[in-house]
């Protein structure tokens, strides 16, 4: 044994970095660092309240019918992601088939609660057995792909997921491998209609706001329940799993069965929205199953960050939010300018250049339109989309041609090429490329973009997706994973 | 001395390449036990035979009494031999604590059920665990205690990894390390804590230890009996002194003497 007090033998276990580690650590200075501190205090089962509270606030506050909609659709999106967090974020296992448990979930209730099959059973008992039926189901698809990985096990549950939508979609004359006679069993591409509401114990749940508080209270309960999963065994087991699953089978965790597990919670709670979904919209038709969807909940976990729970609610109200927000157009414009000029101001160092950039875009446009309504004055004969301040200044800024569609289809070709060119450029011609660039933007918007919401908001949020995913690839509230160091 | 760990005329191929064969090898509870060999003799493949990553061609592995044959590689760990990686295999995005804590898993019991519900067993449980991870990152004095428990394990350095992965294998209960090059890539001061902590483990921690190891000052440090395997086969057995100075095991390192001078 060496002396430990002799400075030139080595210590066993003695490490100056550790016993200096409060010195070292930096913090912000000034109210942001004491406002990060105190956040960093609060317990996340205390923002998971909060966001209970301000939800259960949205009926009371508002009457509007569309609003509480919108809600209603949020707490579904956010309970998938919530269920796919723990297959994809948890576990690690690329489930692309997830989106057929849903759509089993909301048949199973369909086929139990409705006209279809004359069974009209109680809420309380059909949803257990939707949730047990989808979480078997989870469990079958996992058995036979548990031994693949990464891609290979994508495939196969996207292929599941076909598979579901074709199968429902053409289910109304099924036989047993032709053996019987063929039976009704999906209803086809008609779906199953007249689905029976929530109706239990001679309670009945009918409004669109019982609805809102049923899925909220729902919703809660799985945060919880997952909440507490992921901080004990099996949590750390499946994140161990996701990390690198041969240590962690040689350091005891058995592997498969915990993807099984994963699998089946996964569906189980997809299983269960699916129930919400066909009972509020009494009418199930498996093209709500498809890929769109899958799509749709997988932009959520990823730009919420895949793993954390609080990214799940974020990602969901982000992505849903937007999709409902830039359906009216003069919504989708404030959100277009907006995102313009907070990304300048983000981006744009230093100040002086940001201030030089859009004073500079201000007079163009002017200088534009002035010279357009001279020259031709059909050219400014156009509406704005948006009114207010916004619309009567951006009629005096914006060249608005009485018929837009050709000029506008050109010119968004322009812009395309224009933006691809300014990321080419450097320095001060960048900037200065940037300007007609802007105004280009603006044109392209208010002339062929603002006035066909159906597509652009599709265009947008995808642009969005892809700024917030570039400035935080781990998603908002997602950490950073680190593969290989 | 009673045998931990025995194998049995194990022999295991790849395709033509006959990694292992016919070894024979004996582990007493209490030894620390050396495998030396060049690059490619087959110790890892040895490993991996032992914890199940592979089934030997014939041959049988025997621990505690009891074949290990047909068991999958959690099933053996929760028997009592735990490993550690030559390439270090750590859950790198949880914490230091978690690494340790995730190990655990074997022989503890609360499942989905009594994790939402909190039952006062599974937070006795809970409990156990974190105790039993701070104790063995405890065993590393200061390098792994304090806030380094919750830093994820991607931020520690390199020989604080070879750390964590030693107490991670140790959080499994395990009668058996397996430490396959524990001071591989440690400086001369690291290397020489390495030994000195192998010794711990065994007069301290009770463990019977396997290692793998090509820092001979190491290997003449800590071993009580040495094993030199080249091409899959034990050319030779015994002491330190008795290997290092086989002519086979010079051989092996060193090439024939026509050959040196060549």
Known sequence: ????????????????????????????????????????????????????????????????????????????????????????????????????????????????????????????????????????????????????????????????????????????????????????????????????????????????????????????????????????????AWKSLREDPLAAELMGIPVNRLKLVAFACGAGIAGLAGTMFAALNTAVFAADFDTPTLIIVYAMLILGGAGSIGGVILGAVVVNVSLEVLRTPSHATWVFYVLIAATLVAKMRPWRWLAAVVAGTAAFGFAAHAIVSAAWPRGVHGQAVVGGVLGSGLRHWVVLPANPLTIGNVAFVLLILAVLGVTLLHGWVQRLALIPTLYLAAFVWENRLAVEPSVTRLILVGVILIVLMNARPQGLLGTSRVEIV | MAALLELRQVSKSFGGLRCIQELDLHVGEGEVVSVIGPNGAGKTTLFNLVTGVYAPDSGDIVFAGDSLLGLEPHEITARGIARTFQTLRLFLNMTVKENVMAAAHSHTRAGILRSVLRTPGMRREEREIEKLAEERLSFFGQRLMGYRWDQPAYSLSYANRRRLEIARATATNAKLLLLDEPAAGMNPVETHEIAELIGRLRDDGGYTILVIEHDMHVVEGISDRVVALDHGVKIAEGTFDQVATDPRVVEAYLGTKAAATK
């Open chain 1, 1 to 236: 044994m060496t002396e430990p007090t002799d400075p030139n033998t080595p210590r066993v276990g003695v490490d100056e970095w550790v016993a200096s580690h409060e010195g070292r650590r930096s913090r912000r200075s000034g109210l942001l660092g004491v406002v990060e501190r105190e956040l960093g205090r609060v317990p996340p089962a205390a923002f998971y309240l909060g966001f209970g509270v301000i939800a259960a606030l949205v009926p009371v506050l508002t009457s509007n019918g569309y609003t509480i909609r919108v809600g209603f659709d949020t707490l579904l999106y956010m309970l998938l992601a919530l269920g796919l967090n723990i297959t994809v974020g948890y576990a690690g296992l690329l489930d692309l088939g997830y989106i057929a448990f849903y759509g089993f979930g909301a048949y199973g209730y369909a086929m139990l609660a409705s006209p279809k099959f004359g069974l009209h059973w109680d809420t309380l008992a059909v949803i257990p057995i939707v949730i047990v039926a989808t979480a078997i189901l989870g469990l079958l698809v996992a058995l036979p792909s548990r031994r693949l990985l990464g891609d290979y096990l994508a495939i196969v549950t996207l292929f599941f997921g076909q598979l579901f939508v074709t199968v429902y979609q053409n289910g109304e004359a099924m036989s047993a491998l032709g053996f019987t006679r063929k039976y009704d069993v999906t209803g086809g591409p008609n779906g199953i209609p007249n689905i029976d509401n929530f109706n239990t114990l001679g309670f009945h749940v009918g409004s669109l706001q019982a609805y809102y508080y049923v899925a909220l209270g729902v919703f809660l309960v799985v945060l919880l329940a997952v909440y507490l999963v992921d901080r004990s065994r099996t949590g750390r």
